[in-house]
């Protein structure tokens, strides 16, 4: 893999946005992982999953971190899909996206609420396959 993705797999959005990366992710070049998972500190020592669990983290193959939108840019950039995300990365752009970021994840149980009219997903209610 050259990118696994460390989401929360109790928001709505978040898991909308990873179904849509894996139907794009013809090459399968892309790992996902639900930080919510019993077994992710023993599979995964290194990630700190309250640090996870307000900011999107992404493992590339070479063992580096990746962060926030930088994941995002990262892993639809491997889809060859949404090209539009690598301006959010631009250094003029950047800080504010990065800003704008932090308030979503957040917030994100109350946008997905807006947006889905489901805050959170229980165990099974939401799926990613």
Known sequence: MELTI??????PLCLNEMKQLKRHDSLNRIALEDINAADINQRFPDLDVAQANT????????GTWLYGLDVTAKAWGLT???GWV???RLPVIKPVADLAYLAFARN?????YLLTGKKRCDTGSCNIK
Request: glycine share 12%; charged share 25%; aromatic share 12%.
């Open 108 to 112: 994100r149980y109350r946008i997905s």
């Open 86 to 88: 690598k301006l959010l």
């Open 6 to 11: 460390f989401y929360d797999g109790t928001c």
């Open 80 to 82: 060859g899909k949404h």
């Open 55 to 62: 900011l999107l983290h992404g493992l590339q193959a070479d």
